[in-house]
């Protein structure tokens, strides 16, 4: 399975702020905003990653398409093969952002929030388990 997932608020507040600014406001208030919309969740990257995991049996990749403060990556790499060029300017990006984030989103982890984007492969592993 080849899964792209955007992260960013749509221009529901970016086309007028910074594109973080869904990250300021209030949970409760973004959950009663949001909801039954279509609008985006703020689930992050970390979270994806740690309900995949505990799926058995598959095989997850995980490619950065795109990064708050800096745009698309291309070609999409994984994490630990970003341009240092583009992880500095988003850990800047978003630490001077950071401490304007909702109660939920301010003690995440920098790493956390600079993903905007990503696309996830999954793999479903042969079960070797007799029937």
């Not at 990250?23 to 985006?40: H, Q, V, W």
């Not at 950065?64 to 070609?75: D, H, R």
Request: glycine share 4%.
């Amino acid at each position: 399975m080849l899964h792209k997932v955007d992260l960013r608020d749509h221009k529901m507040f970016s086309s007028y702020f910074h594109e973080l600014k869904f990250y300021e406001i209030p949970d409760f208030m973004y959950a009663l905003m949001t909801k039954g919309s279509g609008y985006p969740n703020r689930i992050l990257l970390a979270d994806y990653k740690k309900r995949l995991t505990q799926i058995p049996n598959i095989k997850i990749k995980f490619y950065i398409t795109q990064l708050a403060g800096y745009g698309p990556i291309e070609p999409h790499v994984p994490f630990e093969k970003l341009p240092k060029t583009a992880l500095k300017t988003a850990k800047n990006f978003v630490e001077e952002k950071k401490k304007n984030f909702s109660s939920s989103l301010k003690h995440r982890t920098t790493e956390d929030l600079m993903v905007t984007g990503f696309f996830m492969v999954i793999e479903k592993l042969k079960d070797h388990r007799k029937p």
